[in-house]
């Protein structure tokens, strides 16, 4: 059991996360754009963030690299969310610091197994 942060700026998807992870027993809050993910990481420290890529007001990039660049939400895991997945993406994200990568539509079988990989145990 967790606190999980899900910003994303689409409803739907938004929706189906939290869900997921309500029925894992997580505790879960939402953010709809990368600035407000970013005061609540800092207001809230989650264990893990999963951070849609595209977004309005503040992109999911410019947010993971804020939180990675700040010592207090440094060592938060990031999984960053992207409906775009072509050649280089995986890695380019990877390499702006994001723990994990996932591409939309997402595949809801594998979400479970990856919260435990980045935050087992907790
Ligand atoms: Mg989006």
Redesign the pocket.
Known sequence: MAKILIV???ER?RMLLRDILHHYGHEVLEAVNGREGLDMAREHLPELIFM????PVMSGLTAGEALKSDARTRNIKTVALT?FAMKGDRERILASGFDEYMSKPLDTRRLPQLVEELIGGK
Not at 52 to 55: L, R, S, Y
């Open positions: 994303e700026d689409n998807n849609d890529i595209q977004m409906a």
